[in-house]
């Protein structure tokens, strides 16, 4: 085929933020014929059932200390209940907002957009659910990932991260099994909004892979603030109070003490949306639990194919899909062949404190070669104030050769707007001198990450 034979120049399957960022920067800036296929919610897993709506009821469940809090600076505030109904009406409005947001920046692109699954039939065709076929000269799958259960009875009646923003009322207490960063993100946010919060994870310690005395202490802050974390912990079964699978769930954990709880939040991984798809059949290669294998170039075993964000399974964030769609318009489009730099990408955990990361761990840099750690924990000037236990820790990573600092970790309120910061000099390759030549911004927490002089051990 030619290109004027093509129903457009590119087909895009998912309406997520790396799927639509693509789609109308090809379209708006390269002239391209675009078309996309979404067979749900425009804006994806991080407008409609992830980053956003958890942000802000992360937003909501940080006013459960206000009153306290501010009583120790002289305000006399009055608490009253959280009130998830009217939360969650703001809520959907805020989603129902932003999707039309997605959807009018396609349209003012010129994107065509079909509210259908897709399925790929050749290299050049898409099958949609509604019957009819479109040609492209290049396909972009970026549908995106879902949560999973695991494979034990009744998991079904288990709820998964999706399934929280749709809540009709806040159980009294709630199961939480798993320990990465949704999970633990979740056990914070409904434990501030008064929920009873137990959590299960079957390893030594939460959030593995990142930095052990960031997760450490994190771990900590969690347990201080009442949720009920046990570790080396996993469930055995789980059985409804009633035969029609109502009522609260008998859960029996591998410590052997059965509990009821009202709700069972499995947070135990995600998989990337490439089933059914036609892509085995097509010739593009799956690898572990069916993330599509593509080169540096986001191009799949197949050349009119790419794939990019959690369906390649590779950082899976929201910016780093955005990044990749980008250079992938910018390759095929652009005639610039751009690869995605995935090295030093900052990122944030929004638990209570949170904790923000960039670079290299301690344990992995150790591996490495020789470094140096400098790292402070202390009590922030507004909790001590106002007599909270709560502590923060401010850390450096660095090589003792070349000097260059290789990993930053701050577990502090608001460390994911910080670490947006430190993550610009990581990427710069800034030197421990040249932090320590930057002058302190006095008094915050963050002129610690300038101040440390002396490195608090070697390795």
Known sequence: MAKNEFDYDLFVIGGGSGGVRAARVAAGEHDAKVGLAEEDRYGGTCVIRGCVPKKLMVFASGYAD??????????DLKA??????????????????????YRKLLKNSGVDTFDARARIKDPHTVALSDGTEKTAKHILIASGGRPV???IENAELGL????????????????IIGGGYIACEFACILNGLGVEVTQYYRGAQILRGFDDEARGMVAEMMQEKGIDLHLGTNILEMSPSHEDGS??????PTNGTEK?????????????????????????KLGRSGAIEVDEYSQTAVPSVYAIGDVTNRINLTPVAIREGMAFVETVFGGNPTPVDHDLVPSAIFTQP??????????????AGPIEVYATSFKPMQGAFAGKADRVLMKLIVCAETRVVLGCHIVAPNAGELIQMVGIALKMGATKEQFDATFAVHPTMSEELVTMRNPTRTA
């Open 66 to 75: 206000v009153v306290d809090e501010a009583k120790c600076f002289g305000w």
């Open 80 to 101: 009253g209940p959280f009130d998830w109904h009217d939360f969650k009406g703001r809520l959907n409005t805020e989603l129902d907002r932003l999707e039309g947001v």
């Open 149 to 151: 259960r695991p494979e």
């Open 160 to 175: 998964v991260s999706d399934d929280l923003f749709h809540l009709e009322k806040l159980p009294k207490s709630i199961l």
């Open 247 to 252: 009522g609260p769930m008998k859960v029996k």
């Open 260 to 284: 009821m709880f009202d709700q069972v939040l499995f947070a135990t991984g995600r998989r990337p949306n490439s089933d059914d798809m036609g892509l085995e059949e097509l010739g593009v």
């Open 354 to 367: 949170e904790m923000g990361t960039v670079g290299l761990s301690e344990e992995a840099a150790r591996e």
